[in-house]
């Protein structure tokens, strides 16, 4: 999706040299690689974060020459001034990975040779477990505040809840839908591209079909066989920032805990399989996972589950 001209990322403040090397990088992440445009656009913030880091220490906007006489100590520097800014471990950790890959790339082009990010520690991040909802809980999401279905925006929020929830979908995903790939009534499946490029089929449940048919019909903007298939409130593209809104404000409604994102609700389909009898191998693909070790995270999840209803229950617990 081709962001809007107030959506364009700003002009990166380096010399000319290495400015126009970040875009060819950017590019071939881009092009070559297929990475997804939230990648690209997390890529380029932490590019500008560690290049405004670097003018601050030189006095000038870095050039290519700069970056191959950097040393470890820069990139510690770096770490140390984000920390201090209170950004976690796991966004630094994220950043380090992008500069490493940036360096990796600088080398593999014959543009320059400096390994010095290599020599610096990635910082620890804990391990952490996806928290999904209840069964219950889930329900009460889909469900919505109670708000008519004639209420297009409402009808709207309901079909884009069902299928992050019915389908286990990333934000961006039912998001980037177009018209023509509508999932209504006869369309069970949908083919979904996610990260890096990985395609899967992603079954569509009766209910969540009925959803969007029903937002169809209530819509009042004109929508273009390739155009979002999903409208915010003034017939734009839906930002993902509305969902997470969305969440925000039925958090406060239902009783429910920090925790309840959007992205909790493809957490807690992931989960709800699992208790239900799925085979990992099945979840691995219907989530889009290239490793499988990634999908087993949720077997923690169902087995932190288990224990707590058997310390509730037992009576000897």
């Given at each position: 999706?081709?962001?809007?001209?107030?959506?364009?990322?700003?002009?990166?403040?380096?010399?000319?040299?290495?400015?126009?090397?970040?875009?060819?990088?950017?590019?071939?992440?881009?092009?070559?690689?297929?990475?997804?445009?939230?990648?690209?656009?997390?890529?380029?913030?932490?590019?500008?974060?560690?290049?405004?880091?670097?003018?601050?220490?030189?006095?000038?906007?870095?050039?290519?020459?700069?970056?191959?006489?950097?040393?470890?100590?820069?990139?510690?520097?770096?770490?140390?001034?984000?920390?201090?800014?209170?950004?976690?471990?796991?966004?630094?950790a994220r950043t380090m990975s992008a500069l490493r890959t940036f360096f990796r790339w600088l080398e593999a082009e014959?543009?320059?040779?400096?390994?010095?990010?290599?020599?610096?520690?990635?910082?620890?991040?804990?391990?952490?477990?996806?928290?999904?909802?209840?069964?219950?809980?889930?329900?009460?999401?889909?469900?919505?505040?109670?708000?008519?279905?004639?209420?297009?925006?409402?009808?709207?929020?309901?079909?884009?809840?069902?299928?992050?929830?019915?389908?286990?979908?990333?934000?961006?995903?039912?998001?980037?839908?177009?018209?023509?790939?509508?999932?209504?009534?006869?369309?069970?499946?949908?083919?979904?591209?996610?990260?890096?490029?990985?395609?899967?089929?992603?079954?569509?449940?009766?209910?969540?079909?009925?959803?969007?048919?029903?937002?169809?019909?209530?819509?009042?903007?004109?929508?273009?066989?390739?155009?979002?298939?999903?409208?915010?409130?003034?017939?734009?593209?839906?930002?993902?920032?509305?969902v997470q809104l969305l969440m925000e404000r039925l958090r406060a409604s239902l009783g429910l805990p920090d925790t309840?994102?959007?992205?909790?609700?493809?957490?807690?389909?992931?989960?709800?399989?699992?208790?239900?009898?799925?085979?990992?191998?099945?979840?691995?693909?219907?989530?889009?996972?290239?490793?499988?070790?990634?999908?087993?995270?949720?077997?923690?999840?169902?087995?932190?589950?288990?224990?707590?209803?058997?310390?509730?229950?037992?009576?000897?617990?």
């Amino acid at each position: 999706m081709t962001p809007s001209k107030d959506e364009q990322p700003a002009e990166l403040e380096l010399g000319s040299d290495l400015a126009a090397v970040v875009e060819r990088w950017l590019a071939h992440l881009e092009h070559e690689r297929g990475q997804a445009d939230l990648t690209i656009a997390a890529y380029r913030r932490d590019i500008e974060q560690f290049t405004a880091h670097l003018k601050v220490q030189l006095g000038h906007r870095p050039c290519l020459g700069d970056l191959e006489r950097i040393d470890a100590k820069v990139f510690r520097g770096f770490l140390a001034s984000r920390r201090r800014q209170e950004v976690g471990s796991r966004s630094l950790a994220r950043t380090m990975s992008a500069l490493r890959t940036f360096f990796r790339w600088l080398e593999a082009e014959g543009i320059l040779q400096n390994r010095a990010v290599r020599r610096v520690a990635m910082p620890k991040v804990g391990h952490s477990v996806p928290k999904p909802l209840t069964i219950t809980k889930a329900a009460a999401v889909i469900a919505g505040d109670g708000a008519d279905d004639a209420d297009w925006i409402a009808a709207r929020d309901t079909a884009v809840l069902l299928l992050l929830y019915g389908s286990g979908l990333r934000i961006s995903e039912p998001l980037g839908l177009v018209r023509r790939d509508a999932p209504v009534p006869g369309r069970d499946v949908l083919r979904i591209v996610g990260k890096g490029g990985r395609e899967r089929l992603a079954p569509i449940l009766p209910v969540t079909q009925a959803a969007v048919a029903r937002y169809l019909d209530v819509v009042p903007f004109p929508l273009e066989p390739n155009g979002p298939l999903f409208l915010g409130a003034k017939g734009g593209p839906l930002s993902p920032r509305i969902v997470q809104l969305l969440m925000e404000r039925l958090r406060a409604s239902l009783g429910l805990p920090d925790t309840a994102t959007p992205h909790a609700l493809r957490h807690s389909f992931a989960t709800h399989l699992l208790s239900s009898g799925a085979d990992l191998r099945q979840i691995q693909e219907l989530l889009g996972h290239a490793s499988l070790s990634t999908t087993q995270v949720y077997t923690e999840v169902d087995r932190e589950r288990l224990l707590a209803v058997y310390d509730a229950a037992h009576p000897r617990a």
